[in-house]
C-alpha cells in the first residue's frame, strides 16, 4: 500500500528544472548527485515516494529525505552532502576539470587582488561559486583535496613561472571558429533531443 505524503508539492523555476535534467543525464558528476536528482525529478512529476524507491531501487528513507532537503535548502543546496569528517569526498571528473582550470587562471582575472593562488584562496573561491557554476560536489571541498587533485596532474599554482609568448595574429579567429563550431553542435544536439521527445 502507498504511503501518502503531507509535505509541499516540489516547484521550480525552468532553469532549475533544466539543471536537475541535466544532473539526471551526466556520465560525469558523482552517481549519487545523479541519482538525487532522478529522484526529484520523478516526485516532480507527481510520483509518489514509494513509486520513487521501487523505480529508482533506493530505500524510501533516502526518497524522503532528499526531497525534504530540497524543500528546504532548493535545488542546488539541497542535492550536496553536508560534510562528514573523515569520509573521503565524491568529486566527478567534471568537477576536478574545473579545479584544474581555476587554479590555472590568474585570480586577479576573477576579481581576487592576488597575482597567484593559494590552497586557501582557492579553495574558498571554489566553495563560494561551485553551485553557480554546477559543481555542487565542490561545497565542500578543502585545501588537501585541491592538493590532490593539482598534484595527481602536476600543476602547482603557487610556483607560477612567467614567460613571453609570441602571439598567433590569427588566433582570434581561430578561437570564433571552434566557439561557432561548439555552438552549432550544441544547437543540433538541442534539436534532436526536441526531436526525441516528441517521438
Not at 532537503?69 to 535545488?75: I, K, P
Not at 571541498?141 to 600543476?155: E, F, M, P, V, Y
Request: glycine share 4%.
Amino acid at each position: 500500500m502507498s504511503r501518502i505524503s503531507r509535505r509541499s508539492k516540489l516547484s521550480f523555476t525552468q532553469k532549475d528544472l533544466d539543471y536537475l535534467i541535466k544532473l539526471s543525464r551526466s556520465r560525469n558528476q558523482a552517481a549519487s548527485i545523479v541519482e538525487r536528482s532522478k529522484i526529484i525529478l520523478l516526485s516532480y512529476q507527481g510520483k509518489n515516494d514509494t513509486e520513487i524507491s521501487r523505480e529508482l531501487k533506493v530505500d524510501y528513507k533516502t526518497v524522503r529525505k532528499w526531497i525534504k532537503r530540497v524543500l528546504d535548502l532548493g535545488v542546488k543546496e539541497g542535492l550536496v552532502d553536508k560534510s562528514r569528517s573523515g569520509r573521503p569526498q565524491d568529486i566527478s571528473a567534471e568537477s576536478r576539470a574545473f579545479v584544474i582550470s581555476l587554479a590555472c587562471t590568474k585570480p586577479k582575472d576573477l576579481g581576487h587582488p592576488h597575482e597567484i593562488w593559494t590552497q586557501r584562496l582557492l579553495a574558498k573561491h571554489i566553495r563560494e561559486n561551485c553551485i553557480k557554476e554546477g559543481h555542487p560536489d565542490l561545497s565542500k571541498i578543502n585545501q588537501g583535496t585541491i592538493s590532490k587533485i593539482l598534484n595527481a596532474s602536476n600543476i602547482k599554482p603557487h610556483k607560477i613561472k612567467y614567460y613571453i609568448a609570441k602571439v598567433d595574429p590569427e588566433f582570434d579567429q581561430k578561437a570564433a571558429n571552434v566557439l561557432d563550431t561548439y555552438r552549432e553542435a550544441k544547437r543540433l544536439n538541442e534539436k534532436k533531443e526536441k526531436m526525441n521527445k516528441l517521438r
